[in-house]
């Protein structure tokens, strides 16, 4: 048996000095918060996210359910133009030009946006600000075992220590601060407008635009706070300190004595109540990281002799931690998760199989049954849309917030890889918890994807093909949307989750779909120019930069009658020899890894997860960097975690351990295999 705990401890996050582009987070899914150095949220500035319509911070406080709205009454009908189809006319969601929105296209592509709920940082009695040179000594610890943060260092000379923890079942955080200069300090809590900014959760410069209210209390005081339609509750227990308003919406807790606790509890409706302890929120987290830790999927890496395998084993340690405090909530996550505001908080459906496919491949299904259900939610809007394109079933949308409204966009309405998600995430549960729990839960799901997956292939003389228009998963055809069809990626999936769901039929009891069969066993072939494949069929078949989507054909999407190995051996080995890897993405590498493994290349798939490239950067604390802009991306650690459950465990029908060369030792456990 693996040793669990020393596996996870030889990967705890040290920090000695402040690194701006990473931060450390406590989190339960639902509700995370990413502190500096000092242990709470002191120094913004120093950990910035490139936003060019305001600066933003990696230091938030957020949650699943912190979302908000400026005032507007614009539709989607006021973005709407109608394609020339294969089916006929059909209206598209669209935006003409994304650099000069029109008001109704900024405002359904910025609202709903994700709210920072509260800034909780140290600052010096009395109020003012704090500098970075104040701080010295700093020895910070994230202790992953246990999910608390403990961090000393010197404030000023005078010797501070502090400790931050997570719930992990409530939305409550806990600090404990102790120091001889105690009296010198007063933490701050502050409450921001919501931001419309790309990257940006936290409008500073409209104070007139929302109210927060103090309520003191014996054991400490509450804040009600309501932006527009948005309302919640901060509830503040003190052991050892007392609060004063210190501005609209700004709060100062001082201290007496040398050690002070609080414990701050966010309640999105009603108030507060059930109050806990600071010793009851770590004893909680110890239980709770202690239980994760000692199940589930585990993957040893100690014993093998390839240099690399130390920050492979420490990738995949960071990457599970990061994916169950980010990707883990009630709601798909954005691809900054609970840290930054990428695209606004908003999440892209056709990434949420990257965040939380990994979960039930290592024996955690529930983490993705909590976002997995949220599709029955937007079920009725998803069926308008398809109603509206003439098909039944449902048609899933891409960027979208909770309310699952699709956003004006050159390219998210036009993507279609994200309708088969469903239906692959569905059967990876099934094959985690049992069949019968899972149709009883997700059999509506597959069904109404799977419907209108197969009215929307058309056709030809090649075979049934997807499109025009469309925009391929690699995404640089977006502006031959009109005219790009049958992409090789989406072809071979297509025909795949058909068949899942054929097979999702028999076990609901139904009869078999003779349409759904039709289409599975006649989806075009992808084309093949010079020995490989193109990424779609239409001009101008293959641009070298983005996803080389092409090879996910065969490696994401298991096995099909319509991919030739070969040619996608040869495909592989011709991106792997020319291709802009600048324009990539953090989930491309573990993607190409899993065709390298699907095609018996283990040297390939070990080169892909590793390859020294910037978007392929995983950060101290474990973070998948791609840029300023985009300081943190999870797909890129949900893929890794998938591909190494592929390469370790392998698939149906498939080798044992078939992503690992020979000179790689890979003890593992509770990993299911692959499709």
């Given at each position: ?177 102790e120091s001889p200069g105690l009296d010198g300090v007063a933490v701050r ?43 919640y509750e901060v509830a503040v227990t003190l052991t050892g300190g007392r ?374 950067t995983y950060l101290p604390n474990g973070h998948n960097r791609q840029s ?48």
């Amino acid at each position: 048996m693996i040793d669990r705990r020393a596996l996870v401890g030889r990967h705890a996050v040290e920090v000695t000095s402040v690194l701006p582009e990473s931060p450390l987070s406590v989190g339960n899914g639902e509700l995370c918060y990413t502190a500096d150095v000092t242990g709470l949220q002191t120094f913004p500035g120093l950990h910035p996210v490139d936003d060019p319509e305001g600066p933003g911070t990696l230091l938030a406080t957020m949650a699943s359910w912190g979302w908000h709205s400026v005032p507007g009454s614009y539709d989607l009908a006021a973005t709407t133009r109608t394609y020339r189809t294969p089916r006929g006319p059909v209206p598209y969601v669209d935006m003409a030009d994304i650099t000069r929105p029109s008001p109704a296209e900024a405002w359904l592509r910025a609202n709903p946006h994700r709210l920072d709920l509260a800034r909780i940082g140290l600052v010096a009695a009395g109020g003012r600000a704090l500098e970075p040179e104040d701080v010295s000594g700093a020895r910070q610890r994230l202790d992953l075992w246990t999910g608390v943060l403990t961090g000393a260092y010197r404030l000023r000379g005078t010797p501070f220590q502090v400790v931050t923890a997570c719930h992990p079942e409530r939305d409550v955080l806990a600090f404990r601060i102790e120091s001889p200069g105690l009296d010198g300090v007063a933490v701050r809590l502050a409450f921001p407008y919501g931001s419309q900014a790309w990257g940006n959760a936290a409008d500073w410069s409209r104070p007139r635009a929302h109210s927060s209210v103090l309520r003191p209390s014996a054991d400490g005081f509450t804040v009600a706070r309501r932006l527009d339609g948005t309302a919640y509750e901060v509830a503040v227990t003190l052991t050892g300190g007392r609060v004063a308003q210190a501005g609209p919406h700004e709060y100062l807790v001082t201290f007496d004595g040398t050690a002070a606790e609080l414990v701050v509890a966010f309640h999105p409706s009603g108030p507060a109540s059930g109050k806990t302890s600071f010793g009851e929120v770590v004893a909680a987290s110890e239980r709770h990281w202690e239980r994760f830790w000692s199940t589930g999927g585990a993957v040893d890496l100690s014993g093998s002799h390839d240099e690399r395998a130390p920050e492979l084993e420490r990738r995949v340690v960071l990457s599970q931690y990061l994916t169950a405090i980010h990707c883990a909530g009630s709601t798909p996550p954005a691809e900054t998760g609970l840290m930054a505001n990428s695209w606004r908080g908003r999440f892209h459906l056709e990434m949420h199989w990257w965040h939380a496919a990994h979960f039930p491949l290592w024996g955690r299904p529930e983490l993705l049954e909590r976002s997995l259900g949220w599709y029955a939610a937007i079920l009725p809007r998803a069926r308008g849309t398809a109603r509206a394109q003439g098909c039944p079933g449902a048609r899933w949308p891409k960027q979208v917030g909770p309310d699952g409204r699709e956003s004006p966009s050159p390219i998210g309405p036009f993507l279609v890889w994200q309708q088969p998600h469903p239906i692959y995430l569905a059967e990876l549960v099934r094959r985690a918890i049992g069949t019968r729990r899972a149709v009883a839960l997700y059999g509506d799901l597959v069904l109404e994807t799977a419907a209108f997956m197969a009215a929307f292939a058309v056709k030809g003389p090649g075979g049934y093909g997807l499109g025009p228009p469309l925009v391929p998963a690699q995404e640089s055809y977006a502006d031959v949307r009109a005219d790009a069809a049958d992409p090789a990626f989406e072809l071979a999936y297509w025909a795949w989750a058909l068949e899942t769901a054929q097979r999702w039929r028999r076990l609901l009891g139904l009869a078999p779909e003779p349409s759904w069969a039709e289409v599975a066993a006649g989806m075009a072939a992808p084309l093949v120019r010079d020995g490989v494949y193109a990424a779609m069929d239409a001009p101008p078949y293959t641009v070298r930069d983005d996803h080389p989507s092409m090879l996910y054909a065969l490696g994401f999407v298991p096995p099909t009658r319509i991919v030739d190995p070969g040619v996608m051996r040869a495909t592989l080995r011709d991106v792997l020899g020319d291709w802009n890897w600048q324009s990539t993405w953090g989930w491309d590498y573990p993607a190409i890894a899993m065709t390298a493994a699907r095609l018996g290349e283990p040297g390939l798939a070990v080169d892909a997860l590793l390859m020294p490239v910037a978007k392929n950067t995983y950060l101290p604390n474990g973070h998948n960097r791609q840029s300023p802009g985009l300081p943190v991306y999870l797909p890129g650690n949900g893929g890794l975690l998938a591909a190494v459950a592929l390469m370790a465990r392998g698939w149906d029908g498939g080798p044992p351990a078939p992503g690992f060369p020979d000179s790689w030792t890979v003890r593992h456990e509770g990993l299911h295999r692959l499709p």
